[in-house]
């Protein structure tokens, strides 16, 4: 049952025997809290329906926790303590530099982009005939995988030697060579963070239909008496955006920018899928993982998941706040 | 932690309205439906080549771009049996079975287990109640990365790594805090006549929770159990650091980055490979989508 499962009818199998065992402990917790009585019955009721959770939430999620900001302070193999070492090469070395440097051209990029593309088509579409069909067609980019995402763009960046013979199957240098250029390996290309752009596009294009769709509920919710009473005022459009839409939806847009950073910092799948974070694109949430696996490093991986943690904290804050503000 | 747009979530549904308006209303912005019209172009062009390049023969995927279709159509489906064949080396049919067992419980598990927190914290009075909730609503701004390499460490030593214990565990774990937290906010939201009355008739918690709680939980289950399967069945972070090490356990979506790193090239493989990763997704998004947008609106700052 704990052994590794090779053919699909074992895997089946274990899937159901580890399905009937959380069965039979969910079964005695319930049985146990239907038999307590007495005056302090609650409290036992209670201690025995968050057993499991508090157990699970204390060995996965804080002992881990803890035990990363611990290790971070000692050497690849955790064997050697060596202080705040660590922390002194994610600033100091090159190739943290640029990892730290491009995490910050992310989170100052990603997230007004995508929110403004976000807000503008949920604006455009806004009571459209077609405006379901319009906004599944934005949206569907974020219900699929990032690693499938980044198949689909890692085609359209597609390069092929320029010889006479060879034609272009990637769609944006064959727009270069139709534009009489000469084709370009985009992805490799890191002159004017070029490559880095390009992995940026990819999340936007993830993320513009998550800001979208919130958006545009906050448009909807805006009150049809102000909309028909500018209308009727003869508020231009262009008034109308500025005046009225921005801002009454400003503190969902505030909500939607500080959502979007906090899952631009942690971006991974995209960076590793598309480059490896080779060619000098990598991000902290994927040189954490380089160092963890491929450089055997855990002392520098555990100080890099810090460093995130770190970075995404303020943002949860002010999130949380405005989330409830607006509540 | 986005949970007010929640309550707001639309419907993605078009807005009734009279057709003369409609009318005026699209004349009078010509230049507002050519940007609507270019910008949903740009945002399904690139899926576009991708899956009309995916019923093409490999020769012509490799020698020529996805648009000479339309000069010279060629349509096949050898690169979908490519793919599930196991001569190609891809066999996308084992990993797509694996991602479905890391999915069932992974899903199954942190619902029941939220629910009964979130009952407990709902409605049951005990000591030390409110400060273990608030611990538990902050641990959601833990990041993944933060925990993987000690979790590692543990499912070593306890002798699981290589099995489906980790990823399962793993995943159960992440899911708690917002399930949690986004359940008790939706319990708490129930009469609290409907509970006094279960107890006047002698009704103890457990017989409470299934008969009370459960059938008005349904939209809020459904709703949390498509998010967390979505996001077990796009995860590649947990399943590489997990899962990383062989086949027997990998999700699709692992498979499908080995394959890009591996087999570079390979589009006809890509291509398809990629669609039928993205198939599960999709479908749920096309039938349940409305639960699905509630669920993404609510866990969307999720890992």
């Not at chain 1, 949920?122 to 906004?135: G, H, P, Q």
């Not at chain 1, 995988?145 to 010889?163: C, G, H, M, P, T």
């Not at chain 1, 890191?190 to 545009?216: C, E, H, P, R």
Request: include cysteine; glycine fraction near 6%; charged fraction near 10%.
């Amino acid at each position: 049952m704990f052994s590794t499962a090779s053919t699909t009818p074992e895997k089946l199998l274990q899937m159901l025997a580890a399905l009937l065992l959380f069965a039979a402990v969910l079964g005695v917790i319930l049985f146990l809290a239907s038999r307590v009585r007495g005056k302090r019955s609650d409290n036992w009721v209670g201690y025995l329906y968050l057993l499991p959770v508090v157990l699970l939430l204390a060995v996965g999620l804080i002992y881990p926790g803890l035990r990363t900001i611990y290790e971070s302070f000692f050497d690849a193999h955790g064997s050697s303590f060596i202080g705040i070492d660590n922390y002194k090469t994610l600033l100091t070395s090159s190739d943290q530099l640029t990892v730290l440097g491009n995490t910050i051209i992310w989170v100052l990029i990603v997230p007004p982009l995508a929110t403004g593309i976000g807000l503008v088509y949920a604006i455009l579409v806004d009571k459209s005939r077609f405006e379901s069909f319009a906004k599944a067609l934005i949206f569907l980019p974020t219900a699929i995988s990032l690693v499938a995402a980044s198949v689909i763009w890692k085609f359209v960046y597609e390069y092929r030697v320029d010889q006479p013979n060879v034609h272009q199957i990637g769609l944006i240098n064959q727009i270069i060579v139709w534009l009489g250029g000469k084709p370009v390996q985009l992805l490799i290309t890191d002159t004017f963070k070029l490559n880095t752009l390009l992995l940026i596009v990819v999340f936007i294009w993830i993320q513009a239909g998550f800001a979208m769709t919130i958006l545009s509920a906050a448009i909807k919710a805006i009150p049809d008496e102000i909309v028909e009473a500018a209308r009727l005022d003869g508020v231009s459009p262009w008034s109308m955006f500025f005046k009225i839409t921005l801002p009454t939806v400003r503190p969902t847009v505030v909500v939607v920018l500080t959502t979007i950073a906090i899952g631009t910092l942690k971006v991974f799948d995209v960076v590793r899928t598309m480059t490896g974070g080779n060619f000098n694109t990598s991000v902290i949430a994927n040189e954490f993982y380089s160092q963890l696996i491929r450089a055997d490093n855990q002392g520098l991986a555990a100080a890099l998941a810090v460093v995130l943690f770190i970075l995404v904290l303020p943002i949860v804050f002010y999130n949380i706040r405005q989330v409830r503000r607006e509540a | 932690m986005t949970a007010v747009p929640v309550a707001t979530t639309p419907e993605l549904k078009a807005a009734v309205e009279k057709p003369s308006a409609i009318a005026k209303k699209r004349l009078s912005r010509p230049w507002a439906s050519l940007a609507a019209i270019v910008l949903a172009v740009l945002w399904t062009l690139p899926t576009f080549g991708l899956l009309l390049s995916s019923f093409r023969p490999e020769l012509d995927i490799k020698r020529t771009g996805w648009w000479t279709f339309f000069t010279d159509p060629q349509v096949t489906l050898d690169n979908y049996r490519a793919v599930f064949d196991s001569d190609s080396g891809v066999n996308l049919g084992t990993f797509f079975i694996n991602s479905l067992v890391i999915c069932i419980p992974a899903v199954l598990i942190p619902l029941a287990l939220a629910s009964l927190a979130a009952y407990a914290f709902a409605w049951i009075n005990f000591r030390g109640k409110n400060i273990m909730f608030l611990a538990i609503f902050a641990l959601q701004i833990v990041p993944l990365q933060v925990t993987l390499i000690p979790l590692l460490t543990i499912f070593v030593k306890v002798g699981i790594s290589g099995t489906f214990w980790p990823l399962w565990l793993a995943h159960s774990t992440f899911a708690l805090p917002l399930a949690i937290y986004l359940l008790h906010n939706f319990m708490k939201e129930i009469p609290s006549g409907l509970i006094e009355a279960a107890r006047v008739d002698g009704a103890g918690h457990v017989a409470i929770f299934f008969k009370v709680m459960l059938p008005l939980l349904t939209p809020a289950l459904a709703a949390f159990g498509i998010f967390q399967f979505l996001w077990v069945w796009n995860d590649l972070l947990v399943a590489l650091v997990f899962a990383g090490g062989g086949d027997e356990v990998a999700p699709i979506t692992l498979q499908l980055a080995n394959l890009t790193g591996t087999r570079g090239t390979a589009w006809h493989l890509l291509s398809s490979g990629a669609f039928v990763s993205i198939i599960v997704p999709v479908t749920v998004f096309l039938l349940l989508q409305r639960y699905f947008v509630r669920g993404l609106l609510a866990g969307s700052v999720k890992g």
